[in-house]
């Protein structure tokens, strides 16, 4: 079955500063790649997502890079902000099979003003 | 919109005791997941129904954990009797014909 990881499992930075959060997946079958961020006490909320058919997508300061033959998907938030902080998770599945979302471990972000 | 809705959003037992937990998917939205996430780690699937059938219940601990989604509408997810290690927050998602998934807030079980 499908096994993701992720990286780091923390990460620290100044206000200002970009962020970058990578994740590996096995199955070459996945063809969906959606991030989620999760605050204390709330469920994932889903921030941008990614199909296998295009290599980058951006939404503001937030943006996702996949390569799929070396099966790797990232994160790039831009001029981080406080509220920024929270919980990040990968997640792949096969898009339109109803599949169910292979999650990574998280990312906790740390961003101090 | 209204966004998927759970409840409780919290909830302490002892062991052994019977609980249930209830999920209101985002309306139209015909997939419905539940997902067991413990501290520290991410989601993972215990059951997804299409409408009101179960189609991949395959990490469900069928001992003691049991779902219902009986109009394929509202779904139930219980647990009886719970144990010590059933301790999470169990996360309800929700999807149009299996597109995005949109979670709700969970809910945070203790078992004492």
């Known amino acids: 079955g499908e096994n993701v990881e992720q990286h780091p499992s923390t990460l620290s930075v100044q206000e200002g500063d970009s962020a970058v959060i990578k994740c590996t997946y096995s199955d070459s079958a996945s063809n969906y790649f959606p991030w989620y961020k999760q605050e204390l006490g709330k469920g994932p909320q889903l921030i941008i997502d990614?199909?296998?058919?295009?290599g980058e997508k951006k939404d503001q300061r937030i943006a996702v890079t996949l390569n799929k033959t070396a099966k790797h998907f990232s994160l790039h938030i831009t001029e981080t902000q406080p509220e920024d902080s929270a919980v990040y998770f990968c997640?792949?599945?096969?898009?339109?099979?109803?599949?169910?979302?292979?999650f990574g471990q998280g990312t906790e972000l740390s961003v101090k003003p | 919109e209204a966004g998927v809705v759970q409840s409780p959003r919290y909830k302490i037992i002892e062991k052994k005791q019977p609980v249930a937990f209830w999920c209101n998917p985002i309306?139209?939205?015909?997939?419905l997941y539940w997902y067991l996430q413990n501290l520290g780690q991410g989601p993972e699937l215990l059951i997804r129904y299409e409408n009101e059938e179960a189609v991949d219940d395959s990490q469900l601990p069928k001992d003691r954990f049991s779902a219902e989604r009986l109009k394929g509408v509202d779904s139930t997810l219980k647990i009886q009797p719970a144990e010590l290690g059933d301790s999470a927050v169990y996360l309800c998602?929700?999807?149009?014909?299996?597109?995005?998934?949109?979670f709700g807030p969970g809910t945070r079980l203790t078992v004492l």
């Open positions: 309306s139209g939205h015909n997939t």
């Open positions: 998602a929700s999807s149009s014909q299996g597109a995005e998934q949109f």
């Open positions: 997640a792949a599945s096969i898009y339109n099979q109803g599949g169910k979302l292979i």
């Open positions: 990614i199909r296998s058919n295009v």
